[in-house]
């Protein structure tokens, strides 16, 4: 009995075990879909304040290029390429010529989700390490249980702990019981050897008695 206990006592640490490493799982698993998430947002947003980034410049460089086409003079050097001939000056489509304000601000923010993307991408890898260690360990204790119920798996770990546990406890009670009865047979035994330690003395004194009479 001592050794099926120990036994029950080893399956019982495994499932106790499996059931923390499956909680530790879980959890990191729910934490990486979190960090996935944002940092897909913040790629998403730093993606679009750099397109905003490249139109503005576009726009700003299209206007700087209209307002020097709308002075060129035909017959006039052109003070970019140095030609006397312009055929095809730029013209500005509208009036939204970027500021110097605008620009910073699209910069700052293109500087701020950056910063933010690379942050959430450290905590995204970190993230799916800590997944992949966590499942590691699973299937680790996950194969020790197997060793002993190859059919385990995950959805019968309440029923199995449960049969263990029951197990170990009738296990356990035989025992004390059992204890008890060896308890109670050394009480007897004892007392037998006291009563006929007992009987030997009376008998001597018996013996003692007669011949002091034969005398």
């Not at 499932?15 to 990191?28: S, V």
């Not at 995950?154 to 049969?163: I, M, R, T, V």
């Amino acid at each position: 009995n001592k050794g099926r206990i120990e036994k029950l006592n080893s399956e019982l640490d495994r499932y106790e075990k499996f059931e923390i490493l499956l909680g530790r799982l879980q959890k990191a698993e729910q934490t990486l879909k979190t960090s996935t998430d944002r940092y897909e947002n913040t790629t998403a947003r730093f993606t679009d304040a750099r397109a905003m980034v490249e139109n503005l410049e576009r726009k700003w460089m299209h206007g700087q290029a209209a307002i020097l086409a709308a002075k060129l003079q035909s017959g006039e050097s052109c003070p970019v390429c140095g030609s006397e001939h312009h055929p095809s000056p730029a013209t500005q489509h509208d009036d939204s010529i970027p500021t110097e304000e605008e620009m910073k601000a699209a910069k700052a923010q293109a500087a701020k989700w950056e910063k933010e993307k690379s942050a959430d991408e450290a905590q995204f890898y970190q993230n799916q390490s800590l997944v992949a260690t966590q499942r590691e360990s699973v299937t680790e204790i996950l194969q020790e249980i197997s060793m002993v119920r190859p059919d385990f798996t995950e959805s019968d770990l309440p029923h199995a702990k449960q049969d263990a546990a029951i197990a170990k406890n009738q296990l356990v009670q035989n025992q004390e019981k059992l204890a008890a009865k060896i308890k109670q047979l050394d009480k007897i035994r004892l007392d037998l050897e006291k009563r006929e330690s007992e009987k030997i003395r009376v008998q001597n004194t018996i013996h003692q008695i007669s011949a002091q009479v034969n005398e």
